[in-house]
Structure formats: C-alpha cells, structure tokens
C-alpha cells in the first residue's frame, strides 16, 4: 500500500508548485479548476503527489505546528542526494534546521513556501 496524496491549502498553487519542482525535480501531474471556484496543481512524481489547491477566498493563518487535532505538521520528502537538495534549498533562500542523523536515515527540515514545513529524508 502507497500514500497517494495529500491536499493542502496555499494561497498560490502554481508558485508553491515551481518551488517544489526546483527544489525536488518533481513535474506537474495535473492542474486545472476545482471545488468552489478554486484552483488546484497535483505536483510530485510517478509515485505520488501534493495536491496544493487555492480557495477562491482569502485564507486564514495556520495555527501553530503540533499544537492542533489533525493540524499539519510537515510534509516529508524522501530523497537520494540530501547533500544536494539541502544546497538547492539554501539557494532557494530556504533555511535547513534540525539536522539528523540516526536510523533509519538522514535528514533536515525547512520552513518553505507558505511556512509549511518540510522534512527531507535519504535512505541511502
């Protein structure tokens, strides 16, 4: 069994979507018109995707990260070359924190578009 996707709230789907395409070299699966006038871009790879929709009415800030039921707290991405998204990262103007190292893998975090947060994960 395979996560799919996830659907997130974004004030701008396309621009969130062109960040992660830099960063991660994910595509845009599908994008188009959706529910109640919104706007929504299925970025990700073969596997799966974020679902970045765009309400067709202002957005309420996002209250603080591990405090709420069922509030987002980051998104994870699995990586082969950490060393190389973290400086795609930086350059992005990105800033990494919570550097680990402990099994089953390495991995940073990053407040990115939005404030959302991403962990980015390798394996390898």
Do not use: Q
């Not at 960040?19 to 871009?41: C, N």
């Not at 987002?72 to 082969?80: D, R």
């Not at 390495?106 to 390898?124: A, C, K, L, M, Q």
């Amino acid at each position: 069994m395979n996560l799919e996707h996830v659907n997130i709230c974004v004030p701008d789907a396309r621009a969130h979507a062109a960040v992660l395409i830099d960063l991660f070299g994910w595509h845009v699966r599908w994008e188009g018109p959706a529910k109640d006038e919104g706007y929504t871009v299925h970025v990700g790879s073969e596997d799966g995707y974020l679902a970045l929709y765009t309400p067709a009415w202002a957005l309420e800030p996002e209250s603080r990260r591990y405090h709420h039921l069922a509030g987002l707290n980051h998104i994870g991405v699995v990586v082969e070359d950490l060393d190389a998204v973290e400086a795609r990262v930086k350059a992005a103007g990105y800033v990494p924190h919570s550097h680990g190292d402990y099994e089953p893998g390495r991995r940073f975090y990053f407040d990115g578009p939005d404030g959302i947060e991403y962990e980015v994960v390798s394996y390898v």
